[in-house]
Each structure stands twice: as structure tokens, then as C-alpha cells.
């Protein structure tokens, strides 16, 4: 098996990888479930010419790391999983062509541990989305990051492999 390596800033994680983001417990739903809150960019994502939305790449970023590269702790936060597929098939509710398309890429870091540092682009589309658009993106993707939670046990027919129908 090849060694899995980062690529230059901007380039795409390759399909299938997974990618993590720390979430903080004090924006969760009242339920406990992954909030859109979590994806929302914040003023750090911001300052990014990219606009990207700090993610890290699962097979290079230990959780702990995760952690602490974003100011976070383990008593405050979880860790939300992705699939880089998944987030870049994420599309506004209403649709709206002129909208790009999510991608998830490389956003080099010099800090120690950070070589799995990535960003999901084009959750910040000034101009083009609408704020209910931009809110959607964000819904989904914590829909997608709640779907793949190993920090607490399924319950209901999905914990059985069952569906609801």
C-alpha cells in the first residue's frame, strides 16, 4: 500500500478519505446531536483567502491533535468524521447552479502535528448564496458528520442494522 502523503496547499484529499473536526459540546443540540452551528466558518476560517472551514485529514491527525491544533479539549468537544465523497456531493436547499460545488483540499500548516490540516472550501460563497443556502450546506453537513458519531451507542432500528421505513 502506498504511504499516504499530504499534497500541495489547494489540492483535493484523494476520494473516499475521511477527514475529522472538532466540535464543541456547548453548541450541541438539545438532543446532544452534531449542530449546523459546528460548520458554520468561523472568523478564523474567515482570514483564509480560501475561505476554507478547518478540517483534518483522519489518517494523518490524531484526535488529540485535532484537539489541540483547534484550541479545544477533550471535556469540551467531540470529534465529528466526515467522508471528503460525501461533503463534496453537499448541495444548497434551494438549488442554485451558481453555487460551486464543496471541495475538500489540503491547507498546508507549519505547526507541529498539523500535516493533516485541510479545509472544506466554498462553505463561504459571498454574493452567490443565499444565507438559508449557506445554513443548508451547513445543516447537511452536520447531518453527515451526526451519521458516522462512534462517541455514543445507536439506538432505535438503525443500531440493528434495520431501517425505518
Known amino acids: 500500500m502506498d504511504e499516504f502523503r499530504r499534497g500541495a496547499d489547494g489540492d483535493p484529499l484523494p476520494d473516499g478519505e475521511w477527514v475529522k473536526r472538532a466540535c464543541k459540546k456547548k453548541l450541541m443540540t438539545l438532543d446532544g446531536d452534531i449542530s449546523e452551528k459546528h460548520f458554520e466558518p468561523s472568523s478564523e476560517d474567515k482570514k483564509d483567502p480560501k475561505n476554507r472551514l478547518t478540517v483534518w485529514a483522519a489518517r494523518m491527525t490524531a484526535d488529540v491533535h485535532v484537539l489541540a491544533l ?83 451507542p445507536k439506538v432505535g432500528p438503525q443500531a440493528a442494522g434495520g431501517c425505518l421505513l
Open 70 to 152: 483547534s484550541n479545544n479539549s477533550m471535556t469540551d468537544s467531540i470529534i465529528a468524521r466526515l467522508n471528503a465523497d460525501a461533503i463534496r456531493a453537499v448541495r444548497p436547499d434551494p438549488e442554485n447552479d451558481a453555487v460551486a460545488s464543496l471541495e475538500v483540499e489540503w491547507h498546508h500548516d507549519e505547526r507541529p502535528d498539523a500535516e493533516g490540516h485541510a479545509g472544506i472550501r466554498d462553505l463561504i460563497q459571498a454574493g452567490v448564496a443565499t444565507k438559508a443556502q449557506k445554513r443548508s450546506l451547513w445543516l447537511q453537513l452536520a447531518m453527515l458528520a451526526e451519521a458516522n458519531r462512534t462517541d455514543r
